[in-house]
């Protein structure tokens, strides 16, 4: 650029043009457009210094135009900086300034940056300020894709930074929560370091004291005081306990010794009763030597006198009067057979008062009281099971207990079934077989008087039994019509009716029939039944194999006896005071109880069999001997005690061994059935019938 030539510079809006020449004086006219100026006024974080212009720094007027400073001669370099576009000698704020322009400022012509337009008067520029032009813009594009990568990354790197603030924040709450649970373990640690300190003290003070070396420690000394704390527990369980038994033993003696005097009594009047009959006897022998009429007089006089001396003594001594032999026992069973037969009324009256003996026993009066205190206990809250309970049904349950006993067994069986019914389900069986006519109704009619017989509550059409005791058998046979009515649940039912209103023994069938018994045992083929007498026969051999090896010696099948002792549960098998003993426990237990009585009753007789050496003997014996045993204790024992161990898995896995082996063989049976009906129709039909007036031409 020569010396004098004018450039103007144009800034746009942002910048107020200022114009300056090398030395300070008026340049020639320079002109910078706005879109060149874009290269050369970037942000200062993007660009270098590239080069400077002058301008004038008292604001002069467009008139004074000067050259602009430009970069020397060579590449521009990279811009990230501002560009200085003033000269640095005349701005004070940049180094330099205000200084004397270097001596060479002439020999170095000063030239536009590149991009910026030149308006000179030879109008010569044309094609390098399009050249110019299209450098720049290329520049700019190049600078506009770094700006838009720098901008994305700083997003990127805010992101990240934000992203590790908040996992700094975390990290801090986290390190708090680490530093409270370190000052709390601390504090823990501290605290047991105290009382380590306080216990080590305390126990070198009792080592102090004792001066042995030889004394316990304190470790030992703390296990001595537990081992002294459950001793006391023990005891005081125990306590507990003696004391209830001295209650119980004290109630006994108060009693025995009431039952003492009055024994006393008893002796002493059949002392004197004694002296009487011997006196009677000499008289007798007297007679006897000089009889004076037949002999038979004699003593039948002397009998009358024996019956009627005891007249006047029952009036003054109440105590003394002979237990008088009821016709039907506190169960409604008779006592007294209704034959004529003087011999077995005798019998009878015997067995009637063994049996009112033994119920007068003391353990009969201990089992009484533990009853009344164990209900007394339970007043307010049901019965639940327990190993106490338990014992006390095995003993048996007291006459007045037993209605509430056997409900309470029944709904322990059966509440799950019963709370998914309608609470009249029962009555709603009875309309069903009232309205329709049932299959069973004709059988079950039949049954009826023949049930028990021997009790006053069903021996009579009119008896307050039998109604209740149809209604249910219909109800049951609605209910389970698989079933239907079979023989054998019409004195279930009626024992049941003994104790328990009319529906709840009808609740008590089922839970006999479909909860206790295995499936098929009252069907037609009575499999259930069948299954249970192989099981019985391997409890025999394993229980009593000396009484199963003497029935198998002479080929006796007690089965056929058992049979109905399981298909019952000893009803009219046993004294009804063992019956009704059984079913507690029955009730409670299950059918495992079935099989422990069937073992003990021949356990109890076991001698007598062995004794018998004739299959006849040994099976007319089976038939009545149940009926000889009294001793309800005696046999409870035997049933709880000697057949121990009885695990009901046992029976199971027995019955599920013998089910699939008389299921073959009733297969092969109903095989065989058919085979013998197709032929027995087959030969009627080919048979060729001949009338009597056929066979008399």
Same mark, same amino acid.
């Given at each position: 650029?020569?010396?004098?030539?004018?450039?103007?510079?144009?800034?746009?809006?942002?910048?107020?043009?200022?114009?300056?020449?090398?030395?300070?004086?008026?340049?020639?006219?320079?002109?910078?457009?706005?879109?060149?100026?874009?290269?050369?006024?970037?942000?200062?974080?993007?660009?270098?210094?590239?080069?400077?212009?002058?301008?004038?720094?008292?604001?002069?007027?467009?008139?004074?135009?000067?050259?602009?400073?430009?970069?020397?001669?060579?590449?521009?370099?990279?811009?990230?900086?501002?560009?200085?576009?003033?000269?640095?000698?005349?701005?004070?704020?940049?180094?330099?300034?205000?200084?004397?322009?270097?001596?060479?400022?002439?020999?170095?012509?000063?030239?536009?940056?590149?991009?910026?337009?030149?308006?000179?008067?030879?109008?010569?520029?044309?094609?390098?300020?399009?050249?110019?032009?299209?450098?720049?813009?290329?520049?700019?594009?190049?600078?506009?894709?770094?700006?838009?990568?720098?901008?994305?990354?700083?997003?990127? &790197?805010?992101?990240? +930074?934000? !992203? =590790?603030?908040?996992?700094?924040?975390?990290? $801090?709450?986290?390190?708090? *929560? #680490?530093? %409270?649970?370190?000052?709390?373990?601390?504090?823990?640690?501290?605290?047991?370091?105290?009382?380590?300190?306080?216990?080590?003290?305390?126990?070198?003070?009792?080592?102090?004291?004792?001066?042995?070396?030889?004394?316990?420690?304190?470790?030992?000394?703390?296990?001595? &005081?537990?081992?002294? +704390?459950? !001793? =006391?527990?023990?005891?005081?369980?125990?306590? $507990?306990?003696?004391?209830? *038994? #001295?209650? %119980?033993?004290?109630?006994?003696?108060?009693?025995?010794?009431?039952?003492?005097?009055?024994?006393?009594?008893?002796?002493?009047?059949?002392?004197?009763?004694?002296?009487?009959?011997?006196?009677?006897?000499?008289?007798?022998?007297?007679?006897?030597?000089?009889?004076?009429?037949?002999?038979?007089?004699?003593?039948?006089?002397?009998?009358?006198?024996?019956?009627?001396?005891?007249?006047?003594?029952?009036? %003054?001594?109440?105590?003394?009067?002979?237990?008088?032999?009821?016709?039907?026992?506190?169960?409604?069973?008779?006592?007294?057979?209704?034959?004529?037969?003087?011999?077995?009324?005798?019998?009878?009256?015997?067995?009637?008062?063994?049996?009112?003996?033994?119920?007068?026993?003391?353990?009969?009066?201990?089992?009484?009281?533990?009853?009344?205190?164990?209900?007394?206990?339970?007043?307010?809250?049901?019965?639940?099971?327990?190993?106490?309970?338990?014992?006390?049904?095995?003993?048996?349950?007291?006459?007045?207990?037993?209605?509430?006993?056997?409900?309470?067994?029944?709904?322990?069986?059966?509440?799950?079934?019963?709370?998914?019914?309608?609470?009249?389900?029962?009555?709603?069986?009875?309309?069903?077989?009232?309205?329709?006519?049932?299959?069973?109704?004709?059988?079950?009619?039949?049954?009826?008087?023949?049930?028990?017989?021997?009790?006053?509550?069903?021996?009579?059409?009119?008896?307050?039994?039998?109604?209740?005791?149809?209604?249910?058998?219909?109800?049951?046979?609605?209910?389970?019509?698989?079933?239907?009515?079979?023989?054998?649940?019409?004195?279930?039912?009626?024992?049941?009716?003994?104790?328990?209103?009319?529906?709840?023994?009808?609740?008590?069938?089922?839970?006999?029939?479909?909860?206790?018994?295995?499936?098929?045992?009252?069907?037609?083929?009575?499999?259930?039944?069948?299954?249970?007498?192989?099981?019985?026969?391997?409890?025999?051999?394993?229980?009593?194999?000396?009484?199963?090896?003497?029935?198998?010696?002479?080929?006796?099948?007690?089965?056929?006896?058992?049979?109905?002792?399981?298909?019952?549960?000893?009803?009219?098998?046993?004294?009804?005071?063992?019956?009704?003993?059984?079913?507690?426990?029955?009730?409670?237990?299950?059918?495992?109880?079935?099989?422990?009585?069937?073992?003990?009753?021949?356990?109890?007789?076991?001698?007598?069999?062995?004794?018998?050496?004739?299959?006849?003997?040994?099976?007319?014996?089976?038939?009545?001997?149940?009926?000889?045993?009294?001793?309800?204790?005696?046999?409870?024992?035997?049933?709880?005690?000697?057949?121990?161990?009885?695990?009901?898995?046992?029976?199971?896995?027995?019955?599920?061994?013998?089910?699939?082996?008389?299921?073959?063989?009733?297969?092969?049976?109903?095989?065989?059935?058919?085979?013998?009906?197709?032929?027995?129709?087959?030969?009627?039909?080919?048979?060729?019938?001949?009338?009597?007036?056929?066979?008399?031409?």
């Amino acid at each position: 650029m020569e010396d004098g030539q004018q450039i103007r510079v144009s800034l746009g809006s942002r910048f107020q043009p200022v114009l300056y020449d090398h030395w300070g004086h008026t340049p020639p006219e320079v002109i910078i457009r706005p879109s060149s100026f874009k290269a050369l006024a970037l942000s200062s974080r993007l660009c270098e210094p590239a080069g400077r212009f002058c301008a004038d720094s008292q604001a002069g007027s467009v008139g004074h135009q000067a050259p602009l400073f430009g970069l020397r001669d060579g590449p521009v370099p990279p811009m990230t900086s501002a560009l200085l576009l003033c000269d640095p000698w005349l701005l004070p704020s940049l180094p330099g300034a205000g200084a004397t322009p270097p001596a060479d400022a002439a020999e170095h012509p000063v030239r536009a940056a590149p991009g910026c337009r030149r308006t000179t008067t030879s109008g010569t520029g044309e094609a390098q300020e399009a050249q110019a032009q299209a450098q720049v813009d290329a520049f700019l594009l190049e600078r506009e894709v770094q700006i838009q990568g720098l901008c994305g990354h700083m997003e990127r &790197l805010a992101l990240e +930074k934000e !992203s =590790l603030q908040q996992e700094l924040k975390t990290l $801090k709450i986290k390190v708090g *929560e #680490i530093n %409270e649970q370190l000052g709390m373990l601390m504090e823990t640690i501290q605290a047991k370091d105290e009382v380590i300190i306080k216990l080590s003290r305390e126990s070198g003070e009792e080592a102090g004291q004792a001066g042995e070396a030889s004394s316990p420690t304190g470790i030992k000394d703390q296990h001595e &005081l537990d081992n002294l +704390k459950d !001793s =006391l527990e023990g005891y005081k369980s125990q306590n $507990k306990f003696l004391n209830k *038994e #001295i209650m %119980e033993l004290t109630v006994l003696r108060r009693n025995a010794e009431s039952r003492e005097k009055v024994l006393e009594a008893k002796y002493t009047a059949l002392e004197a009763k004694l002296c009487q009959v011997e006196s009677k006897y000499l008289v007798l022998l007297q007679e006897v030597k000089t009889p004076v009429g037949p002999t038979s007089e004699v003593i039948t006089r002397l009998l009358e006198d024996a019956l009627q001396v005891e007249s006047g003594d029952q009036q %003054e001594h109440t105590l003394l009067k002979p237990h008088t032999v009821s016709e039907y026992d506190v169960y409604g069973f008779k006592t007294l057979p209704e034959e004529e037969d003087e011999e077995e009324k005798l019998v009878a009256k015997v067995r009637a008062l063994d049996l009112k003996t033994l119920s007068l026993t003391d353990q009969e009066v201990s089992v009484s009281v533990k009853w009344d205190n164990y209900l007394a206990g339970t007043m307010n809250r049901e019965m639940a099971r327990s190993p106490e309970l338990k014992a006390l049904i095995r003993s048996g349950v007291p006459h007045v207990h037993r209605p509430k006993v056997w409900r309470w067994c029944v709904w322990l069986h059966m509440h799950k079934v019963r709370e998914c019914l309608a609470e009249d389900y029962y009555r709603g069986l009875l309309s069903l077989a009232r309205e329709k006519q049932n299959p069973a109704s004709k059988q079950i009619e039949l049954d009826l008087l023949r049930t028990l017989p021997n009790n006053k509550h069903y021996s009579l059409p009119s008896s307050d039994g039998i109604q209740k005791l149809r209604n249910i058998l219909l109800a049951f046979s609605w209910r389970n019509p698989d079933i239907g009515y079979c023989q054998g649940l019409n004195r279930l039912a009626a024992i049941a009716l003994l104790y328990l209103e009319e529906e709840d023994a009808f609740w008590c069938l089922t839970t006999i029939v479909e909860v206790f018994m295995p499936r098929d045992y009252y069907t037609k083929t009575l499999l259930g039944s069948q299954v249970d007498q192989r099981v019985f026969k391997d409890l025999m051999c394993e229980k009593l194999p000396r009484l199963h090896a003497h029935f198998e010696h002479y080929k006796v099948d007690f089965s056929l006896i058992t049979f109905n002792w399981f298909l019952v549960v000893f009803v009219d098998s046993v004294v009804s005071d063992i019956l009704f003993k059984i079913w507690d426990s029955f009730l409670y237990e299950g059918p495992k109880i079935i099989f422990r009585f069937a073992l003990a009753l021949f356990k109890y007789k076991e001698e007598e069999f062995l004794k018998l050496q004739d299959s006849m003997a040994i099976f007319k014996y089976l038939r009545y001997f149940t009926r000889t045993i009294l001793d309800a204790r005696k046999l409870m024992n035997m049933a709880f005690v000697d057949m121990n161990p009885f695990p009901l898995r046992q029976i199971q896995n027995r019955r599920t061994f013998h089910l699939e082996k008389v299921r073959l063989e009733l297969t092969e049976l109903e095989a065989i059935r058919q085979t013998f009906l197709r032929e027995r129709e087959n030969s009627q039909q080919g048979r060729d019938v001949i009338s009597d007036d056929e066979e008399d031409n």
